[in-house]
Structure formats: C-alpha cells, structure tokens
C-alpha cells in the first residue's frame, strides 16, 4: 500500500471516487461551506489529488526554487491555504525549512501539523478574516490550489503582498478551465495593478497545459493551470 505525507493510502480509492467529491464542492456556496468540505475531504485528500495527477504543489515549488537566489537555510516561507502540506513538502525537499502555515479547514490544519513540517499553523477564513501573520514578515509566500472561483477571494492578493518582505516572492496559482477563466483574467488585472503601483514585479508566469486531470464531463484529459511569481518591491515596503 502507498504512503501519503499524512498516514496510509485507502486502496478502495478510484478517479470516479474523485470526480463525485469534487463535483459534490461544486454544490458548495459560500466559504464556510467550502471550509467545511474539505475537513470531509482531508483524510483522502492526498491519496485523491494523486489519482488526480495534480502537479500544481510541485510545480508552484520548482518555481520558486529556480528563482530564489537567497539562503534557503534560513529563508522563511508562508504556505497559504497549506492543506495537507504538500507544497511545503516539495519545498522542504528543495532545501527549505521554515514553514509557517494557514488554512480555514481544521482537519487539513491537524493533518498538515502532522507532518511536522511547519513551525506555525493557524486557522484563518481567507478575504474574510486578515492573514494572522506580521507586515513584511516572510520571504516567500505562496498559496497554491486555492485561488479560483468559489474558493479564495481576489482580495487577499494584496495581503499576500503585504505579508512578504520587501525583495521577497510571492507565487500564486490558478486553473484555466472554463469555468474559472473569469476569475483568471481578474487575478491578473490585479496582478498588473500591483505591478504598475509598484508593489511588486513581475517574476515568471507560467502557463501549464496539463495542470490536473479534467472531472467535468465535457472535456476529457487535462485541464490547464498557471503559476504567477512576482518579486516584492523594495521602494514601496513602508507603504503597502
Ligand atoms: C485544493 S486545496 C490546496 C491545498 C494545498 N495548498 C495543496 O496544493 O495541496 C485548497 C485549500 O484551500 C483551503 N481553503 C479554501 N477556501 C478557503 C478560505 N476561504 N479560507 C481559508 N482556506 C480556504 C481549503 O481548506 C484547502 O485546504
């Protein structure tokens, strides 16, 4: 039997298995809801995005790592929306060690604090409640799988921002499938807002076409993802 970051794989898992939970959060309207369904979803959560070829928690981290040019040894990192941990995960591996983590849903919370992973973990409803960590604390802060319609507002982007110290990085992920394309395009007007504002610049974006599998029954095979990296400004840091 395989092994997740987080305890033993169910063998009775199937892709049909996932397509229904993940077309069941669907159904799921406002945050609370959405929160709440992943505590459901945690315990099989790895073992699902597996079966899923979900690559976006290593791909978002190779990123980072082909462009962070500081010392991984004492560089600290905020895993926004960290689940499980499986981004800190692939960064630990890549050389870094101080994680500190946020996520509204509680089981995912005691899963990723099982991995003994991350310094820090709290509980924090994003675009709802303010990311619970210090101005310009961190120098690399990411959130992976968690900025899409229905899930994590726009507006926490300027707190990403804000929670990165100045020279640090913030990368960011999105699907680009349908019915996320709208939510895509606002993420990157705010992006480029950001960056004519001078907050920050623009690091790397890179489109993906086989991001994960595909779960709507229009569209077979893969459906496509981004990654965004910008680098926080150095002239603005004192007035975000
Ligand atoms: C698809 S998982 C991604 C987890 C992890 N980053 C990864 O890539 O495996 C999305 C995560 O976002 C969290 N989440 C979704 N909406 C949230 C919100 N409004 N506030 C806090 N966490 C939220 C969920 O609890 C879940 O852990």
Redesign the pocket.
Known sequence: MSQTTTGMANPSRTFSNVKNVILSAHKNTG?HD??SF?DTWAENYEQD?ELLDYR??FLAAECVNSFFSGDREKATVLDV????G??SSHLKKMGFHHFAGV???MR?LELAKKTGLYQQLTQ????HDPIPVEVASFDIVII???LSIG??PLTVISELCEATKPGGYVCMTTRGNADNREYKAELEQINKALEEEEKWSRVTVVEVEEWEKSVSEQDSGYIPGAIYLYQKSLKHSQLL
């Open positions: 945050a959405k929160v992943y995005v976006a928690p929306a960290c689940g499980t499986l981004v996520d509204g849903s995912m924090c409803l994003l675009g992976v799988g968690a899930q994590v």
